[in-house]
């Protein structure tokens, strides 16, 4: 796609160890732009408010847990209207794509950029372009009004279709350019964002006029930074009927057990806080946090016990603890096994081979949960986003996308976004939570099955409070002297074997 992050970090430095890591602007490449009255001022919804803009000295800090004698550390520019805009009503051109995997909200989320334009700045020329990226110079787009997306929210998916790649960097600027766009609204994930920078990069290296904004989307709540990411909560209200379903069926079966797989490729979010939420759930699994499948204190002992106390059990996972496949998708992932699938065999396999009865019914709702529309919540969250990129476009920022921090909306820098990604922290109190809901072991450090036998470990590294920096990958795990019938630690990539002490190739 293109060479990333040739631009370097706009940093503003302030008394007491203040930083600015502020976004481009349109005036950092094309000096003496012309600016225009913020039309927002003879606008009747805004006269209610105290305060039409934000002062150009509004910021918010990244870290809101603070020491007295602490430095102030890093702050985003908080977003909202300016007085003064660098484009007029009438020479906007705005178009909004999708791109990536299908997540609720998505929808919201377009008609707020088409009302927003339309009733705050009295933009009227906005595009959608169809099908993902590669729609810029491989489709036709489609003109948006207020009135064509006026329902559009209740209704699951994208009405512009998406799609994961399809990004070459030249063609679509060449696209913009040709089609006289100066501002681009991109709603994307990690890729989608890394692909909205290197739009940017080439827009700057042009010397263009155009904006390019983008809103995060995960459905799986892995961007950094910010504070969610739009569909979650959604998610996690859904996961709830097919935790409910689960907990049913184990309920009424004799040594029940039902096993739900929710989406979480290398975050396990949705499946934590839905298990926390629901309540009925005895184990939970994650790809942050590893666990063992045999022997003295390994899952499938403690799944014998929970059913000899309840008769009945509820196991919810992350796709992203099976093993990855070679081969990758478009977008540049890794194509994963199905978890839950090997998960449900592995557990009726082990049972069948101690010759005991049980009952297994495995649900997968990922599809269910995707193509949903978002709920109240979730449709409020997407208004503001959505607000909050055209506030800022038409205030000449961009290289930026926008997400709440600290609770407050903020501009941040793409090479935030894209440089990691957000991950459950496993040594965190809301982890912590999460395991005292379900009464489940923590499964982080081995016990040996048969005597004289050992596995050394090494320490674990300690690990903050809400410091996503530090989690345990499959680098800073314990390391592990195999021997024959040593358990085996499963950290979301490999499984055990723990007769023969060899390791599961892909997890089967």
């Known amino acids: 796609m293109g ?26 490449y094309i000096p003496d732009l012309p600016t225009y009255t913020n039309p927002l001022q003879n606008n009747p919804s805004y006269s209610v408010t105290k305060q039409y803009f934000v002062h150009d000295d509004d910021t918010v800090i990244q870290k809101a847990v ?44 377009i008609r707020e950029l088409v009302c927003g334009l339309d009733h705050m700045y009295g933009v009227k020329d906005i595009l959608g372009i169809e099908g993902g990226y590669r729609g810029f110079y491989a489709r036709n787009t489609i003109q948006l009004t207020p009135k064509s997306v006026n329902h559009i929210h209740r209704r699951g998916g994208t009405v512009l279709g998406t799609s994961r790649g399809g990004h070459i960097t030249s063609k679509i600027v060449d696209s913009i350019q040709d089609r006289g766009i100066n501002q681009v609204y991109i709603i994307g994930g990690d890729g989608t964002q890394k692909g909205a920078s290197l739009i940017y990069e080439e827009v700057r290296r042009r010397g263009l006029k155009v904006v390019v904004a983008g809103i995060p989307k995960t459905i799986d709540n892995d961007i950094p930074i ?18 409910n379903a689960a907990h049913v069926e184990a309920e009424s079966a004799e040594n029940g057990i039902g096993l739900v797989k929710l989406m979480g490729r290398h975050s396990g979010f949705i499946a934590m806080y839905a298990s926390l939420a629901n309540r009925d759930v005895d184990c939970c699994l994650i790809p942050e946090s590893p666990f063992y499948l045999e022997g003295p204190g390994g899952l499938f002992e403690y799944i014998d016990t929970r059913l000899k106390e309840n008769g009945h059990m509820v196991i919810v996972i992350a796709e992203g603890v099976a093993d990855t496949m070679d081969a990758i998708d478009p977008s540049g992932n890794k194509i994963l096994k199905d978890a839950g699938l090997w998960m449900a065999q592995s557990i009726k396999d082990h049972f069948a081979k101690i010759k005991q009865t049980i009952n297994l019914k495995y649900i997968d709702p990922t599809y269910m949960i995707r193509a949903i529309p978002s709920n109240a919540s979730d449709n409020v969250y997407c208004t503001l986003l959505a607000q909050s990129a055209v506030h800022g476009a038409m205030a000449g920022f961009t290289g930026f996308t926008v997400g709440p921090v600290n609770g407050r909306l903020c501009y941040i820098p793409f090479r935030h976004i894209t440089e990691k990604q957000n991950k459950v922290v496993i040594t965190d109190r809301m982890w912590a939570r999460l395991l005292s809901s379900t009464n489940q072991p923590s499964f982080m450090k081995p016990r040996v099955a048969a005597k004289d036998e050992e596995v050394k470990t090494e320490a674990l590294p300690p690990a903050e409070e809400n410091d996503t920096e530090d989690k345990l990958t499959s680098k800073a795990m314990p390391k592990l002297e195999l021997k024959p019938s040593t358990p085996l630690l499963v950290d979301g990539s490999h499984f055990a074997n723990n007769s023969t002490g060899k390791v599961l190739a892909n997890g089967f």
């Open 66 to 109: 603070q020491h007295k004698d602490g430095e102030r550390g890093i702050h985003f520019r908080r977003q909202g209207p300016r007085q003064k805009v660098y484009f007029e009503s009438d020479e906007v051109k705005a178009c909004i794509v999708t791109c990536g995997g299908l997540c609720p909200g998505l929808n919201t989320v």
């Open 3 to 28: 060479t990333f992050g040739d631009t370097q970090p706009k940093l503003v430095y302030g008394p007491g160890g203040y930083v600015l890591d502020d976004v481009p602007h349109l005036i950092d």
């Open 226 to 243: 910010i504070d969610k990411s739009f569909g979650f909560d959604t998610a996690v209200e859904e996961a709830q009927r097919a935790i």
